[in-house]
């Protein structure tokens, strides 16, 4: 969800879609390969970087939409999808691997959920998310606990 907004610019106003399925496909792989290395569970991992996905499309769309509503708020650079962006998801997808596996013991706590919601709200605060955000956000977080 962090690097949502630089995706949407990445290609709103080109033919390059939204959705990319091969694309996906390949970081679920990757992952899912990676996770057992990890000690993780493959299904689990895949599950949470779907959610990743998913936010991340959640965020593209709307600020489509926002930017369609309102020209004046679109954008004026359009970041490299594949020299800029994808190496910065990249990037963040394997500090957020290496994140999961650190948080093995706490996520199966039973104060995860308590947890997970107060550092969503602290998140949401410090960002200053909007609506939108928002919503990706929890979406992101959805499968962490349990
Ligand atoms: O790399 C892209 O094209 C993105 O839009 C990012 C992302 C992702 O979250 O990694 C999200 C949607 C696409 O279907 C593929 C990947």
């Known amino acids: 969800m ?6 949407a610019a990445a ?15 390949q970081i679920l792989n990757d992952v ?19 959610d990743q996905i998913e936010a ?3 965020v593209q769309r709307g600020l489509y939409a926002r930017w369609t509503a309102h020209p004046e708020e679109q954008p004026t650079v359009r ?11 990249d990037r963040l997808n394997a ?3 290496d994140q999961f596996a ?3 013991a706490v996520r199966a706590s039973h104060t995860c959920d308590l947890r997970l919601v107060i ?9 200053h998310l909007d609506r939108l955000h928002q919503r990706a956000l929890v979406e992101a977080v959805q499968s962490v606990c349990g």
């Open 95 to 97: 500090g957020l691997l």
């Open 32 to 50: 899912a390969a990676k996770a057992a290395g990890l000690g993780l569970d493959p299904a689990t991992t895949v599950r949470f970087f779907r």
């Open 11 to 25: 290609k709103f106003g080109t033919t390059q879609p939204i959705d990319d399925p091969v694309r996906e496909q």
């Open 119 to 127: 550092t969503t709200r602290v998140v949401d605060l410090r960002r």
């Open 2 to 7: 962090q690097i949502a907004d630089k995706v």
């Open 79 to 89: 970041p490299d999808l594949a020299t800029e962006v994808r190496p910065i998801i």
């Open 102 to 104: 650190a948080t093995v």
């Open 56 to 58: 991340n499309k959640v």
